[in-house]
C-alpha cells in the first residue's frame, strides 16, 4: 500500500489502558500477534513474564523463568513475534537471543558475548526487516547486526560515536514498510534513519526536554502513512514526528482504569477510598514508558512501564489526494473553526 499524498490529521485520541499491577508488572516491551493478540513482555529483579493478552482486555495466561538455563530469561529487554507468532526476546544478561512458540514452548537460541561478527554485548531492540531477518541492537558494541531466524549472521552497521551513522548504546529499532531502518541512539538522544543496507539516511533529534527534543528514547515505531513516533522515556512522553521528521505531537498519558482494574477494584473496597481520596490527574499520566508499537489500524500501544500498564490511542486521519492538499507554504499558522 503506497503512503498518502497528504494527510488530514483529525486527531489521535486516547483509546483505552490494558492491563494492572499483579497481571502486568513493569511492561517493557509488547509484540502484537493476530487477532487482536499481544505479547506483554514483564520484568523485574528475579522476575521476568511474558503475559499473553488481547486487545479486549483478557489475560490469556503467562510463560516465562527466571535462570541461566536454555529457555530461561535474566533480564530480557525486547520481544518480536513473526508472521507465525513465534517470539524472539533479546537478553542483556545472557548475550544471546531466544525463541519460543506462542504457547511459551522453548525453541531456540543464538548469540554469545563478544564483539566479533555475530557475537553481542547486550542485546537491546529487535525487528524484522521484509525477509524476517531479525536485525538486533547491539548496543555495547554499538552497532546493529542481522542474522537469520536460527541465528545466522548477515551483515552490521555502526560504529561507536556522535557522527552520521554512528551510535552511543542504541536502544530501540524498526523497520518501515519500505524497508528503512530506524534506531534510537540512547545516549545521543536522537533517532537515526537507514537504508535496508544499513547506509545513512538522516537523524533528528537532541538532548533536551522540549518539542522534538529527547532525554534517552528507547523506542521508535513507523505507521504505514510513514509518521514516526519516538519513546522519550526520560521525559515521561512519546513524541510523533512526520515521515520527515518534523515535530507533530506528542503523548504524556491518559489513562482510564482497564477493564481488569475495575473488575479488581469493584472487590476491594480499600483500593476504593484510596483512590476517592487521591488526586486524578497524576495517574492518567505516563511514568518511564519503555516502548512502542503501532499497528496496521492505527492503534499506538505504549508501554507505560511505571504504572504496570499498556496504554492505548486512536489514530485519525484521512488520505488526501494533490488536488485536496496545498503545496508546502513558506509561513504556517493553525487557526481553530
Not at 526476546?89 to 519460543?100: C, M, P
Not at 511459551?104 to 531492540?125: H, I, K, T, Y
Not at 489500524?297 to 486512536?314: A, C
Request: glycine letters at 10%.
Amino acid at each position: 500500500m503506497a503512503r498518502p499524498y497528504g494527510l488530514l490529521r483529525a486527531g489521535f485520541p486516547y483509546l483505552k489502558s490494558l492491563g494492572m499491577r499483579r497481571i502486568t508488572n513493569f511492561p517493557v516491551d509488547l509484540a502484537l500477534g493476530k487477532e487482536g493478540r499481544i505479547y506483554i513482555l514483564n520484568r523485574q529483579e528475579g522476575f521476568v513474564q511474558i503475559r499473553k493478552y488481547t486487545v479486549d482486555d483478557e489475560d490469556q495466561g503467562n510463560f516465562g523463568t527466571v535462570g541461566d538455563g536454555e529457555g530461561e530469561l535474566q533480564w530480557p529487554v525486547s520481544i518480536i513475534a513473526d508472521s507465525t507468532e513465534t517470539l524472539f526476546i533479546s537478553d542483556e544478561a545472557h548475550d544471546n537471543i531466544s525463541s519460543f512458540n506462542s504457547d511459551g514452548e522453548f525453541l531456540r537460541l543464538f548469540g554469545e558475548q563478544g564483539s566479533a561478527e555475530g557475537q553481542l554485548n547486550r542485546p537491546a531492540g529487535l525487528a524484522f526487516d521484509a525477509d524476517e531477518n531479525i536485525l538486533v541492537v547491539d548496543s555495547k558494541n554499538h552497532r546493529v547486526q542481522k542474522f537469520t531466524k536460527t541465528g545466522k549472521f548477515l551483515s552490521a552497521f555502526g560504529s561507536f560515536g556522535c557522527d552520521d551513522g554512528q551510535f552511543d548504546s542504541p536502544w530501540g529499532i524498526t523497520v518501515d514498510e519500505l524497508g528503512d531502518i530506524y534506531v534510537a541512539d540512547w545516549r545521543n538522544d536522537r533517532v537515526q534513519k537507514f537504508s535496508s543496507n544499513g547506509e545513512f539516511i538522516m537523524m533528528f533529534g537532541k538532548s533536551g526536554s522540549a518539542n522534538g527534543e529527547f532525554n534517552r528514547p528507547t523506542d521508535v515505531a513507523v505507521d504505514l502513512d510513514g509518521d514516526i513516533y519516538v519513546c522519550d522515556r526520560g521525559n515521561n512522553r512519546v513524541q510523533q514526528f512526520n515521515a520527515e521528521a518534523r515535530y507533530v505531537d506528542k503523548f504524556i498519558g491518559d489513562a482510564t482504569l482497564s477493564k481488569t482494574g475495575r473488575e479488581y477494584m469493584m472487590t476491594n473496597a480499600a483500593p476504593n477510598r484510596i483512590r476517592d481520596m487521591s488526586v486524578l490527574e497524576p495517574q492518567k499520566r505516563l511514568r518511564q514508558p519503555r516502548s512502542i508499537a503501532i499497528d496496521s489500524e492505527g492503534r499506538l500501544y505504549i508501554t507505560d512501564t511505571g504504572s504496570y500498564r499498556i496504554q492505548i490511542y486512536q489514530k485519525e486521519a484521512i488520505h488526501l489526494e494533490p488536488h485536496q492538499f496545498a503545496p508546502p507554504m513558506r509561513s504556517v499558522t493553525l487557526h481553530q473553526e
